[in-house]
């Protein structure tokens, strides 16, 4: 039972790395695709220039100045969203190993219920849990705290 959450566990990771790195091969060639449309429209619109500077001249510019910035604005907007898409991704996991642990304390009980201390064996740890969750949360923060800040 525990074999198959760790190999689940491993193969969410690699599903959700595959899916990241689908995602930003899709937003990388957009973002290729518009900047070549804007050097082939600079291109053009230098061809026109050179050809007699006329009035197209100033649309083809246009465009190729469009398309290179259409380029920036994709992965600006990629690059910004990459911090709450970390932060999602790190929450997932912290939720994913929470339940594995719960699982693994869960098959273990049994056996630790049946052995010599039995009971004691179990509740010897839980009752240090708790008394320590409980003097986390009646100490006062110091400057130093990294959680001082926190207000979780």
């Known amino acids: ?4 959450l760790i190999s689940g566990l491993a193969s969410g990771e690699t599903a959700a790395a595959v899916r990241r790195a689908r995602t930003a091969a899709v937003v ?3 973002a290729g695709l518009a900047a070549f449309c804007g050097l082939g429209f600079l291109v053009g619109a230098a061809y026109i220039w050179a050809a007699g500077r006329f009035g197209s001249m100033a649309a083809a510019f246009g465009f190729g100045i469009g398309f290179l910035v259409i380029a ?3 992965l600006l907007v990629y690059k910004v969203s990459a911090g709450s898409r970390a932060r999602r991704r790190t929450e997932r996991r912290k939720a994913d190993m929470r339940a594995i642990g719960i699982a693994a304390a869960l ?3 049994p056996t630790l219920l049946k052995g010599k201390c039995g009971l004691g064996t179990v509740l010897g740890p839980a009752i240090a849990l708790a008394a320590y969750a409980i003097y986390r949360e009646n100490v006062k923060p110091g400057p130093d705290d990294p959680d001082a800040g926190d207000t979780k």
Do not use: D
């Open 28 to 30: 990388y060639a957009l």
């Open 107 to 109: 098959a273990v009980l």
């Open 72 to 74: 920036g604005f994709i």
């Open 1 to 4: 039972m525990l074999a198959t």
